[in-house]
């Protein structure tokens, strides 16, 4: 398989098994909007070289509510590939941080793919996450939670359990890291991502980067 044949096909993994850390963790402040970037991927070989996959989302995020954000995200890496892509959905809190209970975050989102330029049908993938976080100060927050991704035309789910960072990098400026076990529930002992980055033959470990700018 040759190295471009590889990429393809993490690409249309990394689509169908959670893309990037541009989904809020906690909702925004009311009335704010903040412009997100996220790159990042499951970790795959090329050569004798591994890396994370460098898939790139450049979007938006509104706060709606003090407990519901609004938010999309262009997929910048798709086109690539002749994919127009791009997702939107909305995060909301169902539980407030107390004590050692965490802040939870309900999201729910779709992501559509389009192969306009050889006239494929639109692609649509249905998505939810589940996230709990802690503040360790007043800008920076611990987290964790899970990823479910739908297939649609086979009914498959890709689940991908989460844990990050974020964390302030300037006044307007918020930095997050995050490691993903992609797609934990799929065997993956045979093929292109056969003894890289999975656990015990299932996934692929994901590395990732994000950064949220706030306009208000």
Not at 15 to 34: D, K, N
Not at 112 to 119: L, S, Y
Not at 145 to 163: C, I, K, Y
Request: with cysteine; hydrophobic share 45%; glycine share 12%.
């Amino acid at each position: 398989m040759t190295d471009f044949r590889i990429l393809l096909s993490v690409f249309v993994l990394t689509i169908f098994a959670a893309c990037g850390v541009t989904q809020p963790v906690r909702p925004i402040e009311v009335g704010s909007t903040e412009i997100t970037a996220s790159l990042g991927g499951p970790i795959i070989p090329v050569g004798d070289i591994a890396f994370p996959v460098p898939y790139l989302n450049l979007g938006a995020q509104y706060g709606y509510h003090q407990n519901f954000t609004l938010f999309g995200n262009a997929h910048i890496t798709a086109l690539l590939f002749k994919d127009i892509g791009f997702d939107g959905g909305a995060a909301a809190r169902i539980v407030s941080e107390e004590g050692l209970r965490p802040d939870v975050t309900v999201n729910g989102r779709a992501y559509f793919f389009w192969d306009a330029f050889r006239g494929n049908s639109i692609r649509v993938y249905p998505a939810a996450s589940l996230t709990g976080s802690y503040s360790l100060n007043e800008r920076s927050l611990l987290y964790f939670g899970v990823d479910n991704l739908v297939q649609l035309s086979d009914a498959s789910v890709f689940v991908s359990p989460f844990a990050g960072y974020s964390f302030p990098i300037s006044g307007t400026m918020v930095m997050q890291v995050e490691t993903k076990w992609v797609a934990m529930n799929h065997d993956t002992r045979h093929g292109i991502f056969e003894g890289i980055a999975s656990i015990g033959g299932n996934g692929n470990m994901g590395l990732y980067i994000g950064f949220q700018y706030g306009l208000k």
